[in-house]
């Protein structure tokens, strides 16, 4: 089924806008008149100035001439034609604060600098690209707080092998959790709470300007767990991150950014000579071994027999360079990590090239592209009875185990689930074009186009297997195919003015439309028809199915800054969407926002000894979550009739009124810096409420029709706060030290459900209530015993806690003493509770340590009234739903840099070696394996988290690595 959407303005005006016109008067250089170009060359040295170490990376600028550079691996830098006279330079780069300097330039001479820069954490200064798609803004000028993460400087040494890893616990307010130990699934991200009871929380995601598929599914069927397309990625490519929380900030991406924006940009080439760079990383990945027994007995096998430790292999490779009107970055790699459970790797190869090119001073673009192959083999576990260790568990050695199935197996041999083969296999290609015009006048403008092609494909096959005794079992084999074609064109002008001496005005106003094409194919057979067939073709029954899918939305949005003396700044903006997916009678829904930023340490009045920054900032705006594709849609199914005639009938009424759920929110905080900036603090608080929220509607049974209704009925509010600290403890030429700590509390909870009962999300006690939070645990309990001594339960499900941690938080250390770096990272959740599911159903089916132990006490008679009250107990569930805070070392790395002149002789001119750990170390007083788990998760179902079924915890990981430059 296709639809279609109003198209909201023609790509080709903008097209047109983005083409250079000529080169203003900075781009000539004045001349004498017997024709010598009056210009000269700067060239230098950007280092640290508490360790001397050179940046790589750091823009070197001159803004009057709209003039700049960046430093390459040792710093350095140059700058040609740079008319000869008295200029402005400036130096900045992320995490340290901005260095000005006044420099002459002689015709035909060269200015040689060295610069140093003073590492700061509040960075006002920083140029940031995520406020607004118009482009880029100075922090000091936002109303909200933006966050940074310098992936390429800060975590270059760090255990990391996706996205997800990147984002955990590095900023206040991102909750990114674990949803299992097994290599390549998905986990939770979700940016200060909940906003939609249907629709997908996670944030929108940009990679150098593309657009990118950001879902979480799997082609193939496990039980629970899906796969993320983030780990399409090779974090080893990205330089920096920036992450946007709450629709105050994100009101200018319209009716899709609710949920927050997350901008990844890759490195590029830097000036100087070519640098080439090559690394080996080496580690293993483990399951402690403390998965729930089946019996107490050691010589009873269990699940722990199924963990080993896999083998973890990364190879990365690099070419960065530049001209004076290019330059290009280009790498390639190859992972292959093995799972620590049986039947569980991923292999990724990767491939990256980018390209800038600067063919005047007034036009620049930058071309990336990507390619990624991903093959990932999942082991049947989870929320799904065929699984591995839901045969293991449930099974008992004691009663059913032989010689050819010790485990004992609960519903099918264990051995015929090792022996399924489910495949899950993608292949991605990225592509995007970014063109900055700037013709001078203060104006400025910027166009960005993205592709993002998707091939994706699983295969599930269950062999013809014969168990010992038993009639053999037939098999049968599925294909699924997924083509995704996701485009997106950008297009922000910006016009900047100064009004006086002291007030400056800037205009900013385009738009953004965004396509997705995706067609499913499968086709399927049972029972092979002799053994040694494994083809869908040599099955008995077959089947195939076909589904289709459009969707469109794009939005104009316009935006108004101004600034008075570089120190206070007053910005308002308004956006409208339109989509395929809004009701024909809805129209276009409207996002306005406003802001204002005011660093008031800059005035000349501010003298407080201990606080060297200060910046006081709020912003208020609106932003939505859109319905999915077919929502709006009246849907048929084929049914059969009377004399065996097929024909259809309704099955989903249709919604012409359906729109977006907008969500408006209020953030006030501050940015302080204190003595001389060697403390920072920032600052947020927030309360947002969303309305109109989608809600689920039944229709009558005698209607027919079985569906639900989607409705813009509800409302949702989060409340909360964050702060995150940094902390400069030494700070000299040999020695740095720094630490950090966050700390983020969100409050979510369900103020209207227009009248529709609970909702329930799942089988493990998440249920949607108003008046409480998303995702609340709701089960009986037992309130008391009767005079036999069996449990009472309550006669209605009690609310027990959120699945959704409302405290999280992030602590770590940094030290630097010569060429030596220590970083360790720890991470927290507390507040929330998670559904030991696994406990009762165990001893339910008498298995596990706690059946056995009440069995023992009870002398072995299994129908005694002890043993008969602890089975009746475990069957009343929420007595197995347990606080589940913890407290993780999250990660922990060393690196060394050799001796010049050691990493001369290994024909290198520098060489890294790094030894890290991931999880090392987990507190907390839950009972089961690991609280950090969830047995269902995906896109379409990510409120249901926080159960322990059948699911391996999160492993460990070590890694050992050499990268060297050249």
């Known amino acids: 089924m296709i639809s279609h959407v109003r198209i909201l303005w023609t790509p080709s005006l903008i097209l047109a806008l983005a083409i250079p016109g000529p080169a203003g008067a900075l781009a000539d250089a004045p001349t004498d008149p017997g024709g010598e170009s009056f210009q000269g060359t700067i060239t230098g040295q950007v280092v640290d100035r508490s360790n001397r170490r050179p940046l790589a990376g750091a823009q070197v600028m001159i803004p009057a001439l709209e003039m700049g550079t960046v430093t390459n691996a040792e710093g350095t830098f140059r700058l040609g034609n740079v008319p000869a006279g ?118 929108l995601i940009y990679i150098d300007g593309i657009r990118m598929d950001r879902s979480n599914r799997s082609e193939i069927a496990t039980g629970g767990q899906t796969l993320s397309r983030l780990n399409d990625i090779n974090p080893q490519d990205i330089a920096r991150i920036e992450v946007i929380k709450g629709s ?112 005047t001073e007034t036009f620049d673009g930058m071309l990336s592209s990507s390619f990624s192959r991903q093959r990932t083999r999942l082991s049947t576990n989870d929320n799904v009875t065929t699984g591995i260790l839901t045969n293991v568990y449930l099974g008992n050695p004691l009663t059913r185990g032989t010689a050819y199935d010790p485990y004992g197996s609960a519903f099918q041999t264990v051995w015929r689930e090792i022996e399924r083969e489910r495949y899950d296999f993608n292949t991605r290609y990225t592509a995007g074009l970014t063109l900055n015009h700037r013709p001078g006048g203060g104006f400025s403008h910027r166009l960005a186009l993205g592709l993002d092609y998707i091939s994706a494909g699983g295969s599930q096959l269950t062999p013809w297997y014969e168990d010992p005794g038993r009639a053999p079992f037939q098999g049968g084999k599925s294909e699924n195919r997924r083509i995704t074609l996701n485009t997106n064109i950008d297009y922000g002008a910006s016009f900047t003015r100064p009004l006086s001496d002291r007030y400056e005005a800037r205009i900013s106003a385009g738009g953004q439309f965004y396509t997705q094409d995706m067609n499913n194919t499968s086709a399927a057979g049972t029972n092979f028809i002799a053994p040694p067939l494994k083809s869908i073709g040599g099955t008995e029954t077959r089947g195939a199915g076909e589904n289709e899918l459009r969707y469109t939305t794009g939005g104009l949005f316009s935006e108004l800054q101004l600034g008075y003396q570089d120190r206070l700044f007053f910005t308002v903006g308004f956006r409208a969407d339109g989509s395929s997916a809004f009701g024909e009678d809805f129209g276009f829904s409207t996002f306005p926002k406003a802001s204002v930023s005011y660093v008031i340490s800059d005035e000349s009045w501010f003298d407080y000894r201990h606080i060297s920054t200060l910046r006081l900032r709020s912003g208020w705006g609106t932003a939505g979550t859109q319905p999915g594709a077919f929502d709006k849609l009246r849907l048929w199914g084929t049914t059969q009739g009377m004399d065996g005639m097929m024909g259809f009938r309704p099955t989903r009424q249709g919604n012409p009124d359906l729109g977006p759920e907008v969500s408006t929110e209020i953030e006030g905080g501050f940015d302080a810096g204190l003595f001389e900036d060697r403390v920072s603090v920032e600052f947020t608080a927030y309360s947002q409420r969303t309305d109109d929220i989608l809600v689920s509607f039944q229709f009558p049974v005698s209607t027919g029709i079985l569906a639900n209704q989607l409705r813009n009925a509800g ?43 609970r909702q329930i999300v799942d089988r493990f006690g998440t249920q949607i209530v108003e008046g409480y939070p998303i995702a609340g645990k709701w089960e009986q309990v037992i309130v008391g015993h009767d005079e036999q001594g069996m449990p009472i339960a309550s006669d209605t499900a009690v609310y027990l806690g959120p699945s959704i941690p409302p405290h999280t938080g992030n602590l770590g250390s940094d030290l630097s003493l010569r060429s030596l770096t220590i970083r360790a990272t720890g991470q927290f959740a507390m507040g929330h509770v998670v559904n030991n599911h696994l406990r009762p159903y165990m001893a339910i089916n008498r298995v596990g340590v706690d059946y056995y132990n009440v069995l023992e006490a009870a002398g072995g008679d299994p129908d005694h009234p002890d043993v008969t009250r ?89 890694v050992f690595g050499i990268n060297m430059t050249f």
Do not use: C
């Open 248 to 359: 105050a900030a994100t009101a200018m991406y319209g009716s899709e950014a609710s949920s927050g924006v997350i901008q990844i940009f890759t490195k590029q080439g830097t000036p100087g000579e070519v640098v080439y760079e090559a690394g080996v990383r080496l580690g293993a990945n483990q399951i402690p071994k403390n998965l729930p027994l089946q019996h107490p007995d050691p010589q009873y096998p269990s699940a722990n027999d199924f963990l080993s430790t896999g083998l973890y292999q990364e190879f990365n490779a690099s070419v960065r360079g530049a001209t004076e009107h290019l330059s290009y970055f280009v790498s390639g790699s190859h992972m292959d990590n093995e799972g620590s459970f049986i039947n569980n790797f991923q292999t990724r190869s990767t491939g990256r090239g980018n390209m800038v090119f600067r063919p």
């Open 870 to 958: 602890f089975m009746a107990e475990q069957g009343i569930y929420g007595e197995n739903i347990e606080d589940a805070d913890w407290l993780k070392l999250r990660e922990l790395s060393a690196s060394y840099a050799l001796p010049t002149s050691l990493s001369q002789r290994m024909g290198a001119s520098s060489v890294r070696l790094t030894a890290a750990g991931r999880n090392l170390l987990t507190f907390s007083r839950y009972s089961g394996a690991d609280p950090e788990v969830s047995a269902t998760f995906s896109s379409g179902n990510n409120l249901s988290i926080g159960a322990d079924f059948f699911t391996v915890p999160p492993s460990r990981q070590f």
């Open 86 to 203: 008295t200029h402005q330079l400036a130096v900045q780069f992320i995490g340290y604060e901005r260095v000005t300097q006044q420099i002459d330039v002689a015709s035909g001479e060269t200015l040689t600098l060295n610069l140093q820069m003073v590492s700061r954490a509040i960075a006002l200064d920083e140029v940031v690209v995520t406020s607004s798609p118009a482009g880029e803004a100075r922090r000091r000028a936002l109303g909200t707080n933006v966050a940074s993460v310098n992936v390429e400087q800060a975590l270059r040494d760090a255990p990391i092998t996706s996205l997800n890893d990147i984002l955990q616990a590095r900023e206040p307010g991102v909750v990114n959790m674990s949803s299992s130990g097994s290599t390549g699934t998905a986990g939770l991200n979700i940016l200060r709470g909940i906003t939609s009871l249907t629709q997908d929380n996670q944030p």
């Open 715 to 757: 409302t949702v509010r989060n409340r909360g706060f964050e702060v995150g600290t940094t902390v400069s403890l030494v700070e000299t030429p040999t020695l740095a030290w720094r630490m950090n700590a966050g700390y983020a509390y969100n409050s979510n909870e369900v103020l209207n459900m227009a009248g529709t009962p």
